[in-house]
DNA sequence: TAGTGGTCTAGACCACCGT
DNA sequence: CGGTGGTCTAGACCACTAA
């Protein structure tokens, strides 16, 4: 074990010098964090343990384990006694829908909602996307539509942009292939762990075209929520527009 | 210090004679909610230090510190570095409105809204009401009705459901002497501190009373958002059914 | 049985705050 | 300056898992 004084930068002397101080755990959490992205372990795998890994950063294990903590409290990383620490995955079902926050009236949380893919086309990003997306106007993109079934009824109509640098490659053909969700398709065929969103939700009136999806008439109170979805680093890669029908389902939202 | 396996339970006892087996940790989060649940400490105030709570429950510090970190976590405690650790109020200006997530389209985050009282009766709990506050049908309730203005304009109305038992003595008068959150004066005048709430959010049409209150049409898209709050204990003592106009605000959710 | 994460302890030192 | 929370370490033992 290194003397804490010698390792990246000593508390002391990074106070001194920088507002940017971070204790140690926290550069061992960038560090694991650094890893992860360069994909030295996968999603779903497991990690070193907590004993190799103290090693490896020449720390002790109590400070790795605190690094560990925090991913896992953001599902960065998942826990698991006896067995390790695995690459959180929105390929596991219980992750699988993580984002979606809408539950039908009666029960049947069990029931997972399907998504079929309606078209997808290449653009180029309008203001609004650009903005949303952190590129430049006029940057090529993805758009994607695609509706959410809850036991067979259309419930959700979404509106998808994509950075096509990112998403090279995605088209109808690999969107019809998939049977689960999208996030499991990013993660698995382009490598893109999404870690957080953001959703900004409004009461519009239903126009034609989502009135025709979501099968409800014309000028139907719906829930837009717009997300931003983002991947290590904080960089957004994702923006979706969907209307909710909340006239069987609501959207929950627990506050802590 | 005393030996750990004579504390309480021992970890090993309690696992095999019980499944609700938890770690001394999370025993001793429970007498500090239970101190904090009969008044000993109240909010805003200073709790006793971390080596003093160690000593008053013969463990070490450490076990201490993690049962404080899960209840800062939650929002119950407050620590300051150097000063000590807090009672969580919500008359602290930071956590005046931490429930509600609408923002303005435009900025203004700096600006609090303001709660005008409308009205406020007795009543008894009908069949919903009873539900979401887990009394009997037919308990006396008191029912208040209330607007928020953000920068002068009426965006929210809520109609708040709660228990007569708890806010005994609560009326119009006491609502319009005062100038601050609900929540800070449940608190200040009832003792009760709100930990988490649930909140399902719909689409729908304004009905005349809705429209005249916020002025938009009748008819015009507004979220409906129902809200249970919880105290100590997980124990509901609130329900409020709302409608927000989200024409120039929208409701915010952080997804993690 | 070996290896992993989970809990608990004890002690050292640092950073921050009020006096 | 003394007291508080914050970080880091080291080591013991427990609980869970898989082979």
Redesign the pocket.
Known sequence: ??D?TE?LCS??QM?QISPTFS?????IRGLILQALESGEWRPGQV??????LAARF??????V??A?DEMAADNILV???????YVASHTDPRQMFRFLRLVPEEGELLTHPKSIPIDCWRAKAGHEAARALGIETGTPIIILRRMLQFSGKPIVGDEIYLPEEIFRGLDMEMLQAWNSSLYSLFETRFGLRMIRAQERIRAIAADRAAAELLRVEEGTPLLSVERVTYTYGDKPVEWRRGVYSTADHYYLNDLT
């Open positions: 074990m290194v804490v390792f508390t002391t106070a204790p140690l755990y926290r550069q990690i070193p343990s907590e004993q190799e020449s720390v002790s294990q109590g400070t384990r605190k560990i826990r698991r006694q006896g067995r390790g620490t």
